[in-house]
């Protein structure tokens, strides 16, 4: 790696920590470069951004996601056996089967699940002091996601389900005992969701026609086999906890809301005209994802630099949202920047790049966006709140980021 400048000779996991989302771009700034090689947990990597970084690493399959992520986040986030995990020709067919639920009509339905469970607990908020954005959409996100899914949930266990499930996003990225106890949660949640795939199976449960969860027990491996139970259950949960995770977004969409009342107002008199430019400047304003990593599947060279099979790579999801020769002025939220954006699948790419079926770009996005425009409409056009003094501030050091006080809303009232 002699070709490429070097971070640092020693070990840069915590300037990782300390530093967060800003870390790669930092280096790549002070080093000139879109790339360079640095360790991290002892081990050599090669960082990188840009959009030219995004096409190296999403299109083509040079890389695989095996082994490029700490345990841990594995465990908490896609897990052994997940789409994540699978390469070239099985990824493709696994894949498949995630962008077939992503119809527009399932898109829709989706929207009116958002909006009915989003009534519901408005009434609810209306009796509490105060309500902590963050949490309460995590609990509705949970029971729409389950309606969406066909995941069948006692009006009772969506709290406790959304909290395991937050655990799960909560904590990929930390060490310590936070991570034991989501890594329990999960468990439960897993062998929850793999009762139900049996269940189904054996005729004594039914999955709605056509849902998510009817689509997964059915499932055909490239062999012709039924996914295994576990694996199902795993997929399942790759659907309910980054719907959960959308919560973290909606929350950030409400600070925005607040920080830039015009759009409030507009959208709250109905006009939708940039209502799609304001979700896709959410998406790529806000720190979600900081990186994705992956491991060279063969030998290639980039940037006059000779990628060998088995290194490591860490690209830059946040650093290219904020690269300024891509998005000019990329610290202002300008969602005027979308009004006639051209789609480069390579520059916004908070949840990844490239080609659906052909690289390991989130099959979640579309769904993301239309959950994001109906929290949208939702939060400016049915309640009223108040925002009490509280610290709104988004350390870019915390991974997963959030307002400090996870947005809290005090008086809050239905409008209908
Ligand atoms: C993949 C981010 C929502 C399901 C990804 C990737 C990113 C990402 C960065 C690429 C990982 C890689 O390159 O290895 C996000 C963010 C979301 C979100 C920030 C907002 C909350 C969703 C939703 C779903 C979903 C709503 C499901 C409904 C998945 C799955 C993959 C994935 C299954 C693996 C795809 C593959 O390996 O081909 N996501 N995602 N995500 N996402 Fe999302």
């Known amino acids: 790696m002699s070709d490429i400048p070097h971070a640092t000779t020693l070990d840069d996991s915590l300037a990782l920590l300390r530093e967060g989302y800003t870390y790669i771009a930092r280096r790549c700034d002070r080093l000139g470069a879109d790339l360079f090689a640095t360790r991290l947990m002892l081990k050599p990597v090669i960082c990188m951004r ?85 949490e309460a959409s995590a609990e509705v996100l949970t029971r729409a996601a389950c309606d969406w899914c066909g995941v069948p949930l006692p009006e009772d266990e969506a709290p406790e389900l959304a909290r395991e499930l937050a655990a799960m996003v909560e904590n990929a990225g930390g060490v310590g005992p936070g991570v034991l106890l989501a890594l329990g949660l999960r468990q439960r949640t897993e062998a929850r969701l793999r009762r139900l795939v049996e269940r189904v199976r054996a005729g004594e449960a039914q999955a709605p026609a056509g ?150 770009r989130c099959p979640g996005e579309w769904i993301t966006i239309a959950i994001l425009k109906q929290a949208v409409r939702l939060l400016c056009r049915e309640m009223r709140f108040e925002v009490p003094p509280q610290d709104l501030s988004v350390s870019l050091a915390r991974m997963p980021a959030a307002p400090a006080s996870g947005f809290v809303m005090s008086r809050v009232r239905g409008k209908a």
Not at 62 to 88: E, H, I, K, N, Y
Not at 114 to 129: D, G, P, Q
């Open 211 to 360: 849902s998510p969860l009817a689509v997964i027990v059915a499932h055909r491996e490239p062999d012709g086999s039924l996914l295994d139970s576990t694996v199902a259950a795993v997929e399942l949960i790759n659907l309910l906890r980054p719907l959960l995770a959308v919560n973290r977004y909606i929350t950030f969409a409400a600070l925005a809301l607040h920080e830039h009342p015009d759009w409030r107002d507009r959208f709250a008199a109905g006009d939708e005209a940039d209502l799609e430019p304001f979700v896709q400047e959410l998406r790529r304003f806000y720190p979600f994802f900081p990186l994705i990593g992956g491991r060279a599947r063969e030998n290639f060279e980039w940037s006059g630099h000779a990628f060998a099979e088995g290194d490591w790579v860490l690209l830059d999801l946040y650093g290219t949202n904020h690269d300024a020769r891509l998005w000019p002025e990329p610290e202002q939220f300008r969602p005027e920047r979308f009004r006639n954006w051209a789609g480069d699948p390579h520059t916004l790419i908070p949840q990844g790049a490239g080609d659906f079926l052909g690289g390991h």
């Open 50 to 134: 840009g959009a030219e970084a995004a096409r190296i690493f999403y299109d083509g399959d040079r890389f695989t996601r095996q082994g490029a992520m700490p345990q841990t986040t594995l465990w908490l986030l896609q897990d052994a056996g997940s789409v994540q995990q699978l390469d070239g020709a099985a990824h493709r067919q696994r894949k498949q089967m995630f962008m077939g639920m992503m119809t527009p009509e399932a898109l829709a339905a989706m929207e009116a699940l958002l909006a009915r469970r989003w009534r519901e607990a408005v009434a609810r908020w209306e009796a509490r002091e105060e309500v902590v954005l963050l």
